[in-house]
Every structure is written in C-alpha cells, then in structure tokens.
C-alpha cells in the first residue's frame, strides 16, 4: 500500500550511507540557531509563556518584547563568551522595529537566514503567489539592509506549503531548515529537476516546544542539550551529524534559564572530545556538503 | 460611559431626516446584486450545502462550481427576461480563470462591483500594506478587464479590518456595500475624506437565509415579497433602498429560481411599481453624490 507522500525526498537508513567528515576530520557539526522575532500588538499569532489573555494581551506581548530589548543582548554576550559563532533567524520585521539588534550579528559575521516577515502570521495555508511574494520580500530586505543574500530558510513556525521548497528555490535559497527528518543534511526535490537542501534544525533541542509546549524547565532543557551532545558525538563515530541548537531571545534570555544554557553550552565547548567537534553556521555546513561529490549525500 | 466605537458615521434616526426622492420622484430603489465567486479546490473557505467534508471536500467544490457553470446563465436569463438590471459582486481571480462569464454581464451594460480576489479567503492576514496590496490587486484586474475601475465594494464574507474604509476611499472607491446599518445611503468617515455606503443586506440575502439559516427557496422568496411590500409603503415616509443579494450557486439551482422568478415577478408588477427605481448600486452612489450637500447622514 503506497500512502500519499511528499516525493520531496526518497526514504534513506542513517546507518546505510557513505561515509564522509566533516572539515579536518571532525564527526559532530553543531550550531546554534537564534529566533530573533517580532510580533504585532494584539494581533496574529505568537508565543505565550503562559495562559494568553484576549486581544490586546499586553503582558503576552511584552513577555515576547523583552527577548528583543533584553533577552538576545545577554545571548550576544553569551555567545562572545564562549567565542563561539550562531546563526539567527530573523523575521524581517526586527529590521524595522529594532535595527540596533542587527549590528553585533554583522559586526560578528554570523550568518542570517531567512524567517519569514513576522511569528505572527504564517504561511502554510497562503496561494502560492502570495507566499513567493513574501519569500522574495524577505530576501530583498535582507539583501537591502545587510549587503548580503540569504542563503538559508526557516518558516516562521516552520510552516510550510506543499510548494514552499520551490518557491525557496525559485527565489535563490540553498537550503532550508523546516524538516526535521534526519541527523544529516539531505537534498528535497523541486519542481523542474530542482534541487534544495534540508539542513537538519531541531523541533526537539528547541526551547520553544520543550519549554512552552511541554512545560520543562530551563534546567531539564540544558540536560537535553548535554545527553543530545553525547549521545551524538557517540554517533558521529560512524556517520557524521549535525546537532542544531534552537534558541529563542524571550525564552532562554530569561536570565533564569541562561543559567542552565550557560553550563550546557560550557559542557560542549570544554570537552575532552572537542577536537572532533565543528562548532559552526548552517551556510557552513551547506558549503561543505554541496562540495561533497555526487552520491554521497541522501 | 462610552464604549469603543468605529467613528465612521454618526447616529441618526431613519424618520428624524431630510426628505429627498430618487430620480423622476420615486421614493424606492430596488436592486439584484449577482454574487459570482471563484473558490480553490481543497483549500481555503467556502460555503456548504450540507455537511463539509475533510479536504478536498469535492461535494462542497463542485456544488459551488455548478453556479458558475449553469447557475450563472440560469440568472442572467431571468433578469433578461424580466427586463431588470443587475449588479454583480466579482472575485477578481475569475478574470483568469472563467474570463467568459463576463460576456453577457458586459452586453447587458450591469456593473462589475469588487468583491475581492476569492471567497476562499476573508483578508489576507490582517496588517494594513497586504490589504492594501489585496485591494489593490482585485481592482487592477477589474479596471484592466472592463476598461474602467469599479466604483463599489464588497469584502469577500462582508469582512472588513478596521481601516478597510480607508483603504478603499484611498484606492478611489466612491462606494462600500460592507454596512448594513440602514435603509439609507450614509456618509462614513474615513482618513482621507468621505466614502458613501450603501445598503446591502444580511438578511434577504441567499447565502446567510438559505445557507446558513436552513430557509427554504419558498421561504426565501416570501421574504423578498415581504421586504418589497413592507418597504413600499415605508418609502412613502423616507426614500428607501432595497437591496437584494443572490449567490449563483444558491438560486441558480432550479428550484430556488422557481419561487424567485415568481418573487421579482410581483415586485415588478407591484401596483406601485411606478414609485420603484430598478436600478444598480452604483446608479444610486452616483446620484447621491449628487445631491445637497448635508441631505444624507454625515458627521
């Protein structure tokens, strides 16, 4: 029985693939993914924290308000730290509504990645003109006010059509992030013998569905990061991976829950396994498997 | 203490007015309004007859396609034969994908009204500038197609966010169909200056009375009868508008033509007939425009 299914990638078993590594013979790529987002006041969707109020939700909005205006500057700091680089998906909104949080992100050469105009409105359910339209607004805004296109893309809510990876395609991207399917990049099919790729982003090592969704505390989400971590460097002996940490300003900028993140993030940058581990940005991890030679990717 | 209002017009009594009549002295101005609606398959809003499937819910599709392909003509052929003019809300969309339908309205010179790119939507998600864009899009098409814009609007679902009337005074609409607050044309404010609305019904409107509200054809029709008797006396206090809105997938089946065809057939052959303009929505904005300034309700 052949059930309906999205054609955009056929099934393939982790363990029954070429073997490849990733630069200077590491084994674990990890980056770590910041949700820089904005929301309207008493409109559309959004993140709560909490039970939400009926329209205009003020305290909801200001809990979301704080992650740009105090949350992902003490991330900033954090990243510095550790000197680590991140990745950061951005609504384009941010842009216009807070454009001081752009600048250490450029000041920092970390990468940016396209993440729709706004959490508050997704676009699943959209006519294909309309989402490529918003697909293409998003790419020039970033493209006008950073010099530089974006190679990569997550939905807002990693929402998607079922023409969504075209429309990416069609609009310039390499890969996208919305189909957490596999511990490796892989390549979906479009439409035309296109092809895009899935580098993986995690609905799981998520602060957003562990600790909004499924209530877990900022201590038990910190335990996740360090089991994910190894376990997989355990993995990562025999097929290369790649973990992605999912960050959001106004959860884990919460100064309660930085603490936790704080010792995770120490766990993965001080192990005795470092040296095969490639702290990275998803636009590295693209690059380098674009490079690989034909076949070795699923 | 004052609750939240929307400010776009004033209250006012309907028999606490300056008197006017419609053109040659009638005192009641009737008129059909077609609504013609394109819907996608699978996705997106609709209306149903009977219960909707899951997606791609087929049933609901076809039924609502049967009035673009038979419904449709079933009701130009009425208004023909009854020598009415009609009005007719459009789908901007229907411009590429059912470009013929709009022969016979153009050689029967009825008015294309915006309606909207498709009833499978309300409004884009509800910020300003996709509005804007919204707006925008349908009455480019509409203007492209017809060679003129469109002077009236109505939202696919009657849906308005709260700066709908200023979008479209903005996009040069002299009227909006959304309100219906009045037997009366009013004045409504908007940023940019005055727009004009004009009755529409809720009530003896096909898709709210039969879809929703479970009338039957017969039940329908009596209320169309009711409506325009009811309001033909009331009209010799205050000059009136009675609109009534058809869906060509609701009367455009057989046996709710029937009983309609006999409801416009009595309005027409009303004793008092002579005192009813039979005319278009855009009929009557263009000649309110027209009158004294203060004779309508305007803040």
Redesign the interface.
């Known amino acids: 029985m052949r059930l309906p299914h999205h054609e955009r990638c056929d099934y393939s078993a982790i363990t029954r693939r070429p073997d490849y590594s990733w630069p200077e013979g590491k084994r674990l790529a990890i980056y770590f993914a910041l949700n820089i987002e904005h929301f309207a006041f008493g409109a559309g969707l959004g993140h709560a924290v909490s039970n939400e109020l009926p329209p205009p939700d003020a305290r909801t909005f200001a809990w979301r308000d704080y992650g740009n205006r105090v949350g992902v500057w003490r991330l900033y700091d954090l990243l510095e730290e550790f000197r680590i680089p991140a990745c950061h998906l951005i609504n384009t909104a941010v842009f216009d509504y807070c454009p001081e949080v752009i600048e250490p992100i450029i000041a920092r050469g970390d990468e940016i990645i396209g993440h729709g105009r706004t959490n508050a409105e997704r676009q699943g359910q959209w006519w294909e003109p309309d989402e490529a339209r918003m697909i293409a607004e998003v790419r020039d805004t970033i493209l006008q006010k950073t010099g530089r296109v974006p190679r990569g893309w997550m939905g807002p809510w990693m929402s998607q059509s079922r023409v969504t990876p075209d429309l990416l395609k069609e609009a310039g991207f390499d890969y996208e992030m919305d189909w957490p399917c596999d511990d490796q990049p892989i390549w979906l099919r479009t439409r035309n013998g296109g092809k895009l790729m899935s580098v993986p982003y995690s609905l799981e090592i998520n602060d957003s569905p562990q600790i909004l969704v499924r209530h877990h505390s900022g201590e038990e989400f910190a335990t996740m990061i360090v089991h994910q971590f190894e376990e997989m460097l355990k993995q990562s002996e025999r097929q290369p991976l790649v973990l992605g940490i999912a960050l959001h300003t106004m959860i884990v900028g919460q100064p309660h829950r930085m603490h936790s993140l704080r010792k995770a993030i120490d766990h993965i940058v001080n192990h005795p396994q470092r040296d095969k581990v490639w702290i990275t940005r998803p636009g590295e991890i693209y690059d380098h498997c674009a490079a690989l030679p034909v076949g070795v990717m699923a | 203490m004052t609750l939240p209002t929307h400010n776009r017009y004033p209250f006012s009594i309907i028999d606490q007015r300056k008197d006017f009549s419609w053109p040659g002295g009638k005192r009641l101005a009737f008129y059909l309004c077609f609504n013609i609606e394109y819907f996608?398959f699978g996705?997106?809003m609709g209306s149903d007859v009977g219960l909707a499937n899951p997606a791609p819910n087929h049933r609901s599709y076809a039924w609502r396609d049967y009035g673009n392909r038979v419904g449709l003509s079933r009701m130009l052929d009425l208004v023909d034969e009854l020598g009415l003019p009609a009005a007719h809300n459009v789908n901007s969309f229907l411009y590429d994908t059912h470009p013929d339908i709009f022969k016979r309205i153009r050689a029967r010179g009825d008015e294309i009204i915006g309606h909207g790119r498709t009833n499978s939507?309300r409004m884009?998600?509800?910020?300003e500038e996709d509005e804007q864009r919204l707006i925008a899009e349908a009455t480019a098409t509409l203007t492209h197609n017809e060679g003129k814009p469109p002077k009236g609007w109505l939202g696919p679902w009657l849906a308005e966010t709260y700066a709908t009337p200023d979008l479209l005074k903005e996009a040069g609409y002299t009227y909006l169909l959304d309100w219906a607050c009045d037997d009366q044309p009013i004045w409504m404010n908007t940023r940019s200056g005055k727009i004009l609305s004009v009755p529409y019904p809720i009530e003896v409107n096909d898709s709210p009375a039969v879809v929703f509200r479970h009338h039957s054809a017969r039940e329908f029709a009596d209320m169309i009868v009711d409506q325009f008797d009811e309001m033909v006396e009331q009209s010799e206090h205050q000059p009136l508008v009675c609109p009534i809105a058809l869906h060509t997938f609701v009367v455009g089946q057989p046996f709710r033509l029937r009983p309609l065809r006999q409801a416009l057939k009595h309005c027409i052959g009303h004793p008092q007939a002579d005192r009813v303009w039979f005319t278009r929505p855009g009929e009557i904005a263009d000649y309110c425009y027209n009158l004294p300034v203060d004779t309508l309700v305007s803040d």
């Open positions: 996608a996705a997106g939507e884009l998600p509800a910020w």
